[in-house]
């Protein structure tokens, strides 16, 4: 899976433990024990692989942020306005209401 630098080094520092994604076809598949290869964006010059130790799914992504601590998300000290508008930036409101969310649990 594509992870855009910040997010990427972010999981890699420990500080990250919770990727959003959509609960698309192919997220719906993932598994607890899984083992996941993120690729930086755009670069595509480093990988790191995570093992997946939880999965939570919601309808919203509010749902999501405000049920999980934001710090897991590292995203401490944001508000739950902040988090949504910045996943909107990468998802459409019209994605999340077809697909629902995906909470991806993970250890580095």
Do not use: H
């Amino acid at each position: 899976m594509g992870l855009y630098g910040e997010y990427f080094k972010a999981i890699k520092e420990g500080k990250k433990i919770v990727e959003v994604r959509l609960n698309d076809e192919k997220r719906r598949s993932i598994r607890v024990g899984d083992s996941i290869e993120f690729i930086k964006v755009p670069q595509q010059d480093e990988i790191l692989i995570v093992q997946v130790v939880d999965l939570k799914s919601y309808d919203t992504f509010e749902a999501m942020y405000n049920d999980i601590p934001l710090k897991d998300f590292d995203c401490e000290g944001w508000t739950i306005k902040e988090t949504i508008d910045g996943t909107y930036k990468i998802y459409t409101p019209e994605q999340e209401k077809k697909w629902g969310t995906l909470a991806i649990f993970i250890e580095y």
